[in-house]
């Protein structure tokens, strides 16, 4: 386990990083889209074209690289199943484990 | 709007090649044989001998639908963007699932050396069933069936193979693929479609159906027996090529199985799409991993 801790410390910074960027970039209100939602039956069809046709801003395409680094860091898992021979079960679930749980509480939350 | 300069259809125009490079590199970590000795050199039809083959073939599949996404983003055009945002949510959905898929046989194989999976299941599992013995071929997915079902789901999704095309009638409202491309353009896309369809077949195969050893009968049996009988040059080319076609017949039944798949369901929608990835394949893959580990610790109690 002690071998292992740099790689488990890099691997929390990092989630930790990316997650507080991610919270930031959602948590941050919505300005392109009109207050008024898609009620009103003469205006849907020209807003619905703007809210598609809208800028797609720094911060759009700061997300979806975020997305692309967490996909990144599924491949530490890969090295980490690859020691199971050598590290054993507690340290493959000590990754698993908290993940698992993660995505389950966030199907419960329905964020998924 | 993000402005790239003269980067950006410099980026469009190169895509299709990329995507299609990407494919075929894949293609030269996958072994289509076992090893043969002539004489004092050995022979087997590898490209490149990679000991992290796997992971190679796989990030090349990633790569091949991430330089779409790069090319859509990069394209100027608003609705285009927004279908790359779109391709981006499909790859990583499915992303995250395919790596997961994966290591439950990485768990048990402990390698990533593509020939050294399959070499590992080329031998007999003896099952006691109420005191009778049972041959079964020791394949990845008699291990394992859920991972290969979530794999090959997955690998589908990931490479936006028919039914999980959900990008295609996005890029017919933008003008289509064949309007936005040039020919040549749009025939690699089309390409690159046929050989990642090909590649997951071929991973499928050596991951869970043993790759290019016959059931029952390992490579070691049938090159002594084919040695024997006619001679070590001959003997061993023909264990060569009874391997390769072996190997070409499991890789046509898996295309065949995606074939029946891709006409069976009707294209599946965007969302539907990401709730199957993220709220099926991931946890079931998750699952299955976590299951694994103990059941292999289980296992290396009881038999240590």
Request: net charge positive; hydrophobic share 60%; proline share 5%.
């Amino acid at each position: 386990m002690v071998d292992h801790l740099g790689v488990l410390i890099l691997l929390l910074a990092v989630i930790a990083v990316t997650t507080l960027w991610l919270g930031v970039l959602v948590a941050r209100p919505r300005t392109d889209v009109p207050a008024g939602g898609a009620g009103g039956g003469e205006s849907k069809e020209p807003q619905a074209e703007s809210v598609a046709r809208a800028p797609v801003s720094l911060a759009f395409l700061g997300t979806l690289l975020l997305f692309v680094i967490w996909q990144a860091l599924a491949l530490l898992l890969v090295f980490w199943a690859l020691a199971f021979a050598h590290v054993g079960f507690a340290v493959v679930a000590s990754l698993l484990l908290p993940v698992l749980v993660g995505v389950g509480y966030a199907l419960r939350r329905g964020v998924l | 709007m993000v402005s790239l300069g003269r980067t950006g259809p410099l980026l469009v125009r190169a895509s299709p090649i990329w995507a299609v490079s990407a494919v075929f590199l894949a293609f030269a970590v996958i072994p289509w044989t076992g090893e043969y000795l002539f004489g004092d050199s050995s022979l087997s039809v590898l490209p490149a001998r990679l000991d992290w083959g796997l992971l190679f073939a796989v990030m090349m599949l990633s790569l091949s639908g991430l330089v779409r996404v790069l090319a859509d983003v990069s394209s100027g055009d608003p609705a285009v963007v927004v279908t790359g945002g779109r391709r981006a949510a499909r790859l990583v959905a499915s992303g995250m699932a395919l790596w997961l898929a994966l290591l439950p046989m990485l768990l048990i194989f402990q390698t990533l050396w593509l020939s050294g999976m399959v070499a590992q299941q080329d031998s007999v599992l003896w099952l006691k069933v109420s005191g009778l013995s049972i041959a079964l071929p020791a394949w990845g997915i008699l291990f394992n069936p859920p991972a290969a079902l979530v794999f090959l789901l997955a690998a589908m999704a990931h490479s936006g193979l028919s039914p999980f095309t959900v990008n295609a009638p996005e890029e017919e409202l933008a003008g289509g693929r064949i309007a936005r491309e040039p020919a040549t353009g749009s025939a690699s896309l089309a390409l690159a479609d046929g050989l990642k369809s090909l590649l997951i077949a071929a991973l499928v195969s050596l991951l869970f159906f043993g790759g290019w050893s016959l059931p029952w009968l390992p490579q070691s049996v049938l090159e002594a027996f084919l040695v024997s009988h006619l001679g070590s040059g001959l003997g061993s080319v023909l264990c060569l090529m009874v391997q390769f076609t072996v190997f070409a017949l499991k890789v046509a039944i898996v295309l065949r199985v995606q074939r029946v798949l891709a006409r069976a369901l009707s294209r599946v929608r965007f969302e539907p799409m990401l709730n199957l990835c993220w709220k099926l394949l991931l946890p079931a893959a998750l699952i299955d991993s976590l299951s694994t580990a103990l059941i292999l610790r289980w296992l290396a109690g009881n038999l240590a």
